[in-house]
């Protein structure tokens, strides 16, 4: 009788004892602390992936739409070919070995690089498809929409795997648009600043205020003849303002005549807007215009304003008379769009109160400014800006 019950005691002190519970817990637990471990590394390499690859994927795409609007007669196939190049640069210094392309097709494959992973259970290898889809706008004119799927396989680290989870995969898409041609008719006048102050230099060595908007003008132009090569929905003009208004240019089509006038400008006296801008409003909102274009291409055209200084009015009642008649334009649906370039405080707010909106308002405070300016106004005036649509 003693002896068993010295045996049951002994066996409830060993219930009782807690002395290895820690190091049993510990074996238990050190499988799942290493895997959370890993996890949290591999979600921010995930991350960090999944980002580049957006960007390069969105980077594609843009490109391969402007080029097929950029450069004449550009093939859907060299398009595909520009995008596939910049996928390529954004994972050459990834894990791939290398690229399995598709002739012709925009698809690629990339090659596994883990060999001990080539079995019935290996990660399915990258890949990259661009498509383009081609359609008509506008009498000759093109629409292309740009789709690139970008996939590719992250490998989990050895402490994740503890997990049973070998790879993902990642993938991002993008899709840009763009067109040779606008859909839409517009007439257009220009208002620009020849006054004295245009004569001084800017931040490039050797060029002028003045020889700035020349060239500001030339990147507008050029917006708005790839839009319209033949001259079918665009109508241009443009008016000079120093101390008063100058010859007021006639509205034409395409842009031929506006080049020429701008061309020709001197920047010369004093600041006066208010005549010149209401001479372009009365110019763009003639109802001949929408006579001129309903018998062209059947369309009421959207008229624009340019609206271009440097500087002050000498007056105040004439920054008083040009806001009157903004007010009229934007009444009446007239979109103008305004650039202050290097002006000082009040003929930035002069144009900024002018403009239809917030976002039709420019301050160029330098030449590359200016000249990004006009090119934006061109862009959106024709539709033609490439833009990402996802």
Not at 47 to 67: E, H, R, W
Not at 73 to 81: D, F, G, S, Y
Not at 201 to 224: E, F
Not at 317 to 332: G, I, M, P, V, Y
Request: aromatic share 6%.
């Amino acid at each position: 009788m003693g002896k068993r019950s010295t045996i049951n005691r002994s066996f409830m002190a060993m219930l009782k004892d807690r002395g290895g519970n820690f190091g049993m817990m510990a074996a238990l637990a050190t499988p799942l602390i290493l895997a959370a471990g890993g996890v949290a590394i591999d979600l921010a390499n995930m991350v960090t992936m999944k980002n580049q690859m957006q960007d390069a994927a969105d980077a594609a795409a843009l490109a391969a739409a402007s080029a097929l609007v950029a450069k004449k007669n550009e093939t859907p196939e060299k398009a595909k070919e520009i995008a596939l190049n910049f996928l390529k640069a954004q994972s050459a210094g990834s894990a791939s070995d290398g690229w399995d392309e598709s002739g012709g097709t925009g698809d690629v494959a990339f090659k596994s690089a883990s060999p001990d992973l080539a079995s019935n259970d290996a990660p399915p290898t990258d890949e990259a498809t661009v498509d383009i889809l081609e359609g008509s706008n506008g009498a000759t004119g093109k629409t292309f929409k740009v789709s690139i799927v970008n996939k590719r396989t992250i490998e989990f680290n050895a402490m994740t795997r503890l997990l049973g989870q070998k790879w993902t995969q990642i993938e991002t898409r993008a899709t840009a648009e763009s067109a040779t041609e606008t859909k839409n008719a517009l007439s257009m006048y220009l208002v620009l600043d020849r006054s004295g102050s245009m004569a001084e230099k800017t931040n490039v060595s050797g060029v002028t205020k003045i020889m700035a908007l020349k060239s500001a003008v030339t990147d507008l132009v050029t917006q708005l003849n790839t839009a319209d090569p033949d001259q079918i929905y665009v109508r241009t003009a443009a008016i000079s303002y120093n101390s008063s208004q100058d010859t007021a240019g006639k509205l034409a089509w395409g842009t031929a005549d506006t080049a020429a006038y701008v061309k020709k400008l001197v920047a010369t006296g004093g600041t006066a807007s208010a005549a010149a801008f209401a001479t372009a409003y009365a110019k763009v909102t003639d109802p001949k215009e929408d006579e001129l274009h309903q018998a062209k291409n059947k369309q009421v055209p959207t008229k624009y304003i340019v609206f271009m200084t440097d500087g002050d009015n000498n007056n105040s009642s004439d920054d008083t008379k040009t806001l009157a008649t903004c007010a009229t334009a934007r009444k009446n649906n007239v979109q103008v769009y305004t650039v202050a370039f290097m002006a000082p405080a009040r003929g930035q707010k002069l144009l900024s109160d002018c403009a239809t909106t917030t976002a039709n308002y420019f301050k160029a405070e330098n030449t590359a400014d200016l000249i990004a300016a006009f090119k934006a106004i061109g862009e959106k005036a024709s539709a033609m800006a490439t833009r990402l649509t996802k």
